[in-house]
């Protein structure tokens, strides 16, 4: 194991701690754990960092309380329409990068070089998947920065709307033949993502994969089979 991966151990941990905080007091983690409050609380803070052995230890003992989906799953907040605020899950940069960090490990050896999503929401979660990857997200936007010499731009029109959207991004940002992995927080018609990929065809790249927080209905089915590529998203509604 190199130091890189040494660090990335301890630090996952303190990342579950930090998650696990929230619906858990010091007390009920100390039982969890066997470790005294006083030493969870030194890593929640940063202020020690434990060795890789106990890294190890708390991970195994913390993961039954700790499931990624579910834990997305109940902070959805839903309004009297059924619609849901993810506000709550894309704010929660510790739980984001734990996500992110097992979207990665799927594609770590498929050679993809950039992250591609959608403004706004998309964003944190690509940026955290981009990290792990150890590559550069790039975003398209619904309007036309100034100071870009050359656009690709596709129009399309998102499912709620009954209106043209165009998203836009600036044409350095992929280049010809790069190996794309498409990030979205939410998927519903799948509208936003197919413009994504017209935008990969654009500049000649390749869309390897897409990764949603959220799904609804059986859209990711849909584009798997479209598109002949691995389509996942965390919870399914
Ligand atoms: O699958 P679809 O039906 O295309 O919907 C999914 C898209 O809708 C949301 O973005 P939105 O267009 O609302 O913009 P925002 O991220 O700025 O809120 C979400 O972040 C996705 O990008």
Redesign the pocket.
């Known amino acids: 194991m190199n130091q890189l991966e040494a660090m990335k151990e301890k630090i996952k941990v303190i990342r579950m701690l930090r998650v696990l905080k929230k619906s858990y007091t010091y007390e009920e983690l100390s039982k969890i754990t066997g470790l005294p409050i006083t030493v969870l609380n030194r890593y929640v803070r940063g202020k020690v960092l434990p060795s890789v052995e106990r890294a190890r230890e708390l991970t195994e003992k913390l993961s039954p309380y700790l499931n990624l989906e579910d834990e997305v799953r109940r902070r959805l907040k839903y309004d009297s329409f059924g619609f849901f605020d993810t506000m709550s899950v894309l704010s929660d940069t510790n739980l984001l990068a734990l996500i992110a960090e097992e979207v990665a490990l799927r594609y770590m050896k498929t050679g993809v070089g950039k992250v591609l999503t959608?403004?706004?929401?998309?964003i944190p979660l690509a940026v955290q998947i981009a990290n792990e990857l150890g590559i550069d997200v790039v975003y398209a936007k619904?309007k036309k920065e100034v100071g870009v010499d050359k656009f690709y731009e596709i129009n399309y029109v998102?499912?709620?709307s009954g209106s043209i959207?165009t998203l836009y991004l600036p044409a350095w940002a992929l280049k010809k033949g790069e190996r794309v992995l498409i990030v979205?927080?939410?998927?519903?018609?799948?509208?936003?993502?197919k413009a994504l990929i017209e935008l990969c065809k654009q500049a000649d790249a390749t869309p390897v994969g897409m990764f949603f927080l959220i799904s609804v209905g059986d859209?990711v089915d849909k584009l798997k089979e479209e598109y002949n590529i691995p389509v996942d998203a965390l919870v399914r509604l």
Request: proline letters at 5%; aromatic letters at 0%.
């Open positions: 959608a403004a706004t929401d998309g619904k998102p499912s709620a959207t979205d927080d939410v998927i519903r018609s799948g509208e936003t993502q859209i």
